[in-house]
Antibody, heavy 118, light 110 residues
Framework: QVQLVESGGGLVNPGGSLRLSCAASGFTFSDYYMSWVRQAPGKGLEWVSCISSSGSTIYYADSVRGRFTISRDNAKNSLFLQMNSLRAEDAAVYYC???????????WGQGTLVTVST | QSALTQPASVSGSPGQSITISCTGTSSDVGSYNLVSWYQQHPGKAPKLMIYEGSKRPSGVSNRFSGSKSGNTASLTISGLQAEDEADYSCCSYAGSRTYVFGTGTKVTVL
């Protein structure tokens, strides 16, 4: 069965950096686009970034462009999100999600919590 | 991209039908028949309930249905059950592999 397991969340100071990882299993990882979606406490979902199956094409939400970098390692079935210059408004649960064939998100991880605070 | 607009809350009694609206613009909901809906129970990951506006993934109850008219998509839950109490979010493809989510709706079963 499809499994996505995020890790790497934690407490970081404003202006700091954090690298999130997502370990995928149960499907051919290299066949799928992948995305990161976040949810601030008590708020709605927000799409963050998407990467093509080969990693050659990348897209970002305006709110994170220039500060976050998405990447993947198909040999290790892993997705990453490097987050730099973190702000209080970046605090959220970050979900790794598989992009379905119909431009949706058909499988999600359990999420990893990022807290930005002094 | 601004978030799609959903009502903050919708409630209904067991057995009733409820509808959640999701209003976007001609750049997202209105341009693509690619609206998806997600159910999220407290502390859990979202679950895909509807894709391509009206299609159900395998295993999702046929009590859930989706539709779209113009810039507004809708999710209808018929025969409301206690287990349907959750948060529901819409999402629309917005071009160039970007997406916009809705503000989210809390469904309460009375």
């Amino acid at each position: 069965q499809v499994q996505l397991v995020e890790s790497g969340g934690g407490l970081v100071n404003p202006g700091g950096s954090l690298r999130l990882s997502c370990a995928a299993s149960g499907f051919t990882f290299s066949d799928y686009y992948m995305s990161w979606v976040r949810q601030a406490p008590g708020k709605g979902l927000e799409w963050v970034s998407c990467i093509s199956s080969s990693g050659s094409t990348i897209y970002y939400a305006d709110s994170v462009r220039g500060r976050f970098t998405i990447s993947r390692d198909n040999a290790k079935n892993s997705l990453f999100l490097q987050m730099n210059s973190l702000r209080a408004e970046d605090a959220a649960v970050y979900y790794c999600a598989r992009a379905g064939s119909a431009w949706d998100f058909d499988y999600w991880g359990q999420g990893t919590l990022v807290t930005v605070s002094t | 991209q601004s978030a799609l607009t959903q009502p903050a809350s919708v409630s209904g009694s067991p057995g009733q039908s409820i509808t959640i609206s999701c209003t976007g613009t001609s750049s997202d909901v209105g341009s693509y028949n690619l609206v998806s809906w997600y159910q999220q129970h407290p502390g859990k990951a979202p679950k895909l309930m509807i894709y391509e506006g009206s299609k159900r993934p395998s295993g999702v109850s046929n009590r859930f249905s989706g539709s779209k008219s113009g810039n507004t998509a809708s999710l209808t839950i018929s025969g409301l059950q206690a287990e349907d109490e959750a948060d529901y979010s819409c999402c629309s493809y917005a071009g160039s592999r970007t997406y916009v989510f809705g503000t989210g709706t809390k469904v309460t079963v009375l």
